[in-house]
Protein backbone atom coordinates (compact mmCIF):
# COMPACT_ATOMS: atom_id res chain seq x y z
CA UNK A 1 0.00 0.00 0.00
CA UNK A 2 1.34 3.30 -0.49
CA UNK A 3 2.56 5.74 2.14
CA UNK A 4 -0.16 7.82 0.88
CA UNK A 5 -3.17 5.60 1.09
CA UNK A 6 -1.62 4.11 4.17
CA UNK A 7 -1.05 7.14 6.15
CA UNK A 8 -4.76 8.84 5.27
CA UNK A 9 -7.28 5.61 5.57
CA UNK A 10 -6.55 5.45 9.44
CA UNK A 11 -7.76 8.89 10.07
CA UNK A 12 -10.42 8.24 7.38
CA UNK A 13 -11.65 5.49 9.29
CA UNK A 14 -11.38 7.17 12.82
CA UNK A 15 -13.35 9.95 11.97
CA UNK A 16 -15.90 7.63 10.02
CA UNK A 17 -16.13 5.94 13.45
CA UNK A 18 -16.68 9.27 15.33
CA UNK A 19 -19.29 10.47 13.09
CA UNK A 20 -21.61 7.08 13.31
CA UNK A 21 -21.41 7.45 16.74
CA UNK A 22 -21.87 11.42 17.55
CA UNK A 23 -25.33 9.83 15.08
CA UNK A 24 -26.12 7.27 17.49
CA UNK A 25 -25.41 9.01 20.60
CA UNK A 26 -25.76 12.68 20.89
CA UNK A 27 -28.91 14.22 21.59
CA UNK A 28 -30.67 15.79 18.02
CA UNK A 29 -29.76 19.44 19.20
CA UNK A 30 -25.90 18.64 19.61
CA UNK A 31 -25.38 16.94 16.34
CA UNK A 32 -23.32 20.23 14.61
CA UNK A 33 -21.68 20.91 17.93
CA UNK A 34 -20.16 17.15 18.02
CA UNK A 35 -19.53 17.28 14.06
CA UNK A 36 -17.39 20.51 14.50
CA UNK A 37 -15.61 18.74 17.45
CA UNK A 38 -14.97 15.55 15.31
CA UNK A 39 -14.03 17.69 12.15
CA UNK A 40 -11.53 19.68 14.38
CA UNK A 41 -10.57 16.56 16.16
CA UNK A 42 -9.14 14.79 12.67
CA UNK A 43 -7.73 18.10 11.99
CA UNK A 44 -4.89 17.27 14.66
CA UNK A 45 -5.19 13.44 14.41
CA UNK A 46 -4.13 14.58 10.71
CA UNK A 47 -1.20 16.40 11.55
CA UNK A 48 -0.19 14.49 14.22
CA UNK A 49 -0.15 11.24 11.54
CA UNK A 50 1.36 13.34 9.13
CA UNK A 51 4.54 14.57 11.06
CA UNK A 52 4.62 10.79 12.96
CA UNK A 53 5.98 10.13 9.53
CA UNK A 54 8.79 12.25 9.60
CA UNK A 55 8.92 12.39 5.32
CA UNK A 56 8.70 16.10 3.88
CA UNK A 57 8.36 14.19 0.22
CA UNK A 58 4.77 14.36 -0.44
CA UNK A 59 4.02 16.11 3.14
CA UNK A 60 1.12 18.66 1.40
CA UNK A 61 -0.30 16.02 -0.96
CA UNK A 62 -1.11 13.84 2.26
CA UNK A 63 -2.02 16.60 4.48
CA UNK A 64 -4.76 17.85 1.84
CA UNK A 65 -5.98 14.72 0.53
CA UNK A 66 -6.39 13.51 4.78
CA UNK A 67 -8.01 16.95 5.83
CA UNK A 68 -10.19 17.13 2.88
CA UNK A 69 -11.25 13.68 2.79
CA UNK A 70 -11.87 14.32 6.94
CA UNK A 71 -14.30 17.33 5.83
CA UNK A 72 -16.34 15.77 3.01
CA UNK A 73 -17.15 12.70 5.59
CA UNK A 74 -18.31 15.17 8.21
CA UNK A 75 -20.28 16.90 6.12
CA UNK A 76 -22.01 14.06 4.37
CA UNK A 77 -23.04 12.77 7.86
CA UNK A 78 -24.02 16.50 8.64
CA UNK A 79 -25.86 16.33 5.44
CA UNK A 80 -27.71 12.81 6.38
CA UNK A 81 -28.19 14.31 9.97
CA UNK A 82 -30.08 17.31 8.83
CA UNK A 83 -31.94 15.73 6.49
CA UNK A 84 -32.71 13.06 9.24
CA UNK A 85 -34.22 15.83 11.59
Known amino acids: M ?20 VALVTPVDQFFTWLSIVLAASI ?15 FNGRLSLSASGSFLIVAVAALILWLAR
Open 2 to 21: PLKIASVLPVWILVLAATIT
Open 44 to 58: ILTFCVQLAIRRKEG
